[in-house]
């Protein structure tokens, strides 16, 4: 909902001729907000969810605010990269990306991957947008696409907890499908590597990291 909110509000600014390059959008976990800048030091965040015209600033949103649901832990590394002004450019691949899965979530499915390959091709980096993609060509069972993926998901940042997620999910997938046992080692091997890379982020015992290798399908 705040998603789509977000996109009414920023409508609205354009349709009244508000000053554009004052507005731009961030997110923090599992939400978005509008940054409005009064300055190059100044700004406040925009709740479109949120009847009350409060004010808000990032420090309710780092360092904890009651009326606030979506925290960000800064005991992880994974804060640093929320709270970042996003470029309209981006804003659009998010639109396509929330419209690919609609069309995945009714069986639509090449439909959804002509929406995927847009979002991507205008925000690549966004790990969230990737998953979007990687869903739809799951569903496909495009072989070919998950490999090229995993190679460009390995190039990344290996401390983002997303991108790891997503390189995890599409060599689960290739393991499930290779024949050749010297190569499902291979694969078995680069899982454990980001499964270690997931430990240094997320606090996950034996327990989790078992449930995790069964949910790929590796026992």
Known sequence: MCLDFTFIYLAVFEMVNFPLEKISFTSVPAHV????????TSHILIE??????????????????????SQIDTDT????????????????????????IVLLNNNKLEKSLEYSKQAHKLYPNSPEIMTGYISTIVELNRTELIYEFSEKISKLNKLDIENLRNEIFCLGYLFERE???????KIVKKIKEKISY????????EEDEDEFYLRIGIE
């Open 33 to 40: 907000l509008i940054r409005y800048q009064f300055n190059n």
């Open 48 to 69: 479109t969810t949120d009847k009350t015209n409060t004010k808000y600033f990032d420090s309710d949103y780092i360092e904890g605010n009651g009326n606030i649901e």
């Open 77 to 100: 590394i994974q804060y640093t990269k929320y709270l970042l002004n996003h470029t309209k450019q981006e804003l659009q691949a998010i639109i396509y990306s929330e419209v690919s």
């Open 179 to 185: 024949k050749n046992e010297t190569k499902k080692e």
């Open 198 to 205: 997931m430990k240094i982020i997320e606090d996950m015992n």
